[in-house]
C-alpha cells in the first residue's frame, strides 16, 4: 500500500464529495489515495491482523461510498471517515470473537509474541511496533490513544466523543502513554 499523507482542505473535501456524489470515479480514488494509509494505520491498531486490516480498508471506503449522501456538508470529514471505520472494525471484532473460541485467541496470541521476538531486525518498523503495543491497551486507554495520535483529536473532541469528561480523557491519555513507554522501552533500547 502507498503512503499518502496529502490531505484536502474542507473545500477540497465538499467539492470531491459533490463530483462522487455524481459519479465521478476518478475524485473516489484521489479520496482513497489520500486517506488509505491512515485508515489502515487505524483498523490496523485494532485488529493486529495485515489481512484483516487491509480487508477492512476496502469495505471502509465500500460503505464510505454507500453512505456519502449522509455526510453533512461542514463536518468534519476525518472524524465522519474515523468514525465509518471504527464501527466496522468493532463489528469485525465482535464476529470474530464469537467466531473463535479463547484457546485459539491464546495460541495466537503466544505465537505473535514467539515471531515478535524473531524478527529480522533488518525489517525494524517502528510504526508496527507503537500498533502492536497499543493493542496491549486496556480498552479505554487504547481509544483515547488512538484517537489523540491518529484521529488527531482534541482532548475536549475525544471527551464529547465518548461522553466522558476531559479530565477523564487526560487521565487515561497519560496512563496510556506510560504504558506505551514500559512496552516500547526495551524493544527500543530505553529504560523499562
Do not use: C
Not at 19 to 28: L, M, N
Not at 60 to 76: A, C, D, M, V
Not at 94 to 115: A, C, I, P
Not at 136 to 156: A, D, G, S
Request: glycine residues 4%; aromatic residues 10%; charged residues 35%.
Amino acid at each position: 500500500m502507498e503512503q499518502k499523507y496529502d490531505y484536502f482542505s474542507e473545500s477540497d473535501i465538499e467539492f470531491l464529495l459533490d463530483r462522487i456524489k455524481q459519479g465521478d470515479k476518478e475524485a473516489f480514488m484521489k479520496l482513497v489515495n489520500s486517506y488509505q494509509q491512515k485508515v489502515f494505520a487505524l483498523t490496523y491498531s485494532m485488529v493486529r491482523e495485515r489481512e484483516d486490516a487491509l480487508d477492512l480498508v476496502q469495505e471502509s471506503f465500500l460503505r464510505l461510498y454507500e453512505k456519502i449522501n449522509s455526510y453533512r456538508p461542514g463536518e468534519n470529514f476525518n472524524a465522519w471517515l474515523m468514525q465509518i471505520v471504527r464501527n466496522l472494525t468493532i463489528d469485525f471484532l465482535r464476529r470474530k470473537k464469537v467466531r473463535k473460541s479463547d484457546s485459539l485467541e491464546t495460541l495466537d496470541l503466544e505465537r505473535e509474541d514467539l515471531s515478535a521476538k524473531n524478527e529480522d531486525p533488518a525489517r525494524f518498523n517502528p510504526g508496527e511496533m507503537i500498533y502492536r503495543a497499543a493493542s496491549k491497551l486496556p480498552e479505554r486507554q487504547r481509544l483515547v490513544f488512538i484517537l489523540h495520535h491518529l484521529e488527531e483529536l482534541k482532548y475536549e473532541e475525544i471527551a464529547a466523543r465518548l461522553k466522558i469528561s476531559e479530565g477523564t480523557v487526560k487521565s487515561l491519555h497519560f496512563k496510556a502513554i506510560r504504558k506505551m513507554r514500559e512496552l516500547l522501552g526495551p524493544q527500543l533500547g530505553g529504560e523499562q
